[in-house]
């Protein structure tokens, strides 16, 4: 039942930026928009999340749509270590039984030499 | 430590015999996630503790499955009458429960193979 979708696979070039598309048109206005990437073989990994204004870190930066129903990953210049599946996830942030991360089946980056 | 804990790294067992999974959160983390992946797959949620609410216990597959938390620690989860089925790495996460720094931080998982 999640709440979002996304591309199943997407290449890159290694040194150009990767946009990661995800719709959310359902989205609630108490809910927030939060990025994971999974490495082949490792535990999901935090890379960033927003409400409704653009946010950068020293990972990546999220593009928000005004109306909120849809957001964009960048990768600013993508290596290949940037390789793996990334999930869009859509929560409240107040506890409860919506607090809980529901992962839909992501986008497979391939960043390519 | 500073990260999320799991035990054991790998798991082989015989189809029938009951295993448990340990994981041990960041300290201070109210909130505690199991997910279960199997190969190929994505993560598929198995059940969630907040604090001391009943927690949410909506994603066990079978009443072979069942998980336990004691406060804001160690959480075990433990598999009955194991199946074939069952074989998957099983992760968990934790995190704080608030409007900041919010981001769940995982655990490398277990490897549960039923032969």
């Known amino acids: 039942d999640a709440k979002t979708t996304q591309p199943p696979s997407m290449d890159c070039a290694e040194g150009r930026a990767a946009n990661l598309p995800c719709n959310h048109s359902?989205?609630?206005?108490?809910?927030?928009v939060y990025w994971y990437r999974q490495i082949h073989s490792q535990g999901p990994q935090y890379i960033i999340h927003g409400l409704k204004n653009n946010e950068t870190n020293e990972m990546a930066s999220l593009i928000i749509t005004e109306d909120r129903k849809s957001s964009t990953l960048i990768l600013p210049h993508a290596t290949l270590r940037d390789t793996a599946v990334y999930y869009c996830?859509?929560?409240?942030?107040?506890?409860?039984?919506?607090?809980?991360?529901?992962f839909g089946k992501g986008t497979l980056l391939t960043v390519n030499p | 430590g500073a990260g999320v804990s799991q035990s054991p790294s790998n798991k082989v067992t015989e189809k029938g015999k009951d295993v448990e999974l340990r994981c041990d959160p960041i300290?201070?983390?109210?909130?505690l996630y199991w997910y279960r992946q199997r190969l190929g797959q994505g993560l598929e949620f198995l059940i969630y503790f907040q604090g001391n609410s009943a927690p949410d216990k909506s994603g066990l597959p079978s009443d072979r499955f069942s998980a336990e938390r004691t406060g804001e620690s160690v959480s075990t989860l433990t598999i009955q009458r194991t199946q074939q089925e069952d074989s998957a790495v099983y992760l968990c996460a934790s995190s704080t429960i608030g409007t900041v720094n919010t981001e769940a931080f995982f655990g490398q998982g277990t490897r549960l193979t039923v032969v």
């Open positions: 300290s201070g983390h109210t909130a």
């Open positions: 359902t989205i609630s206005g108490n809910e927030y």
């Open positions: 996830i859509v929560r409240v942030n107040s506890g409860g039984s919506n607090y809980k991360l529901t």
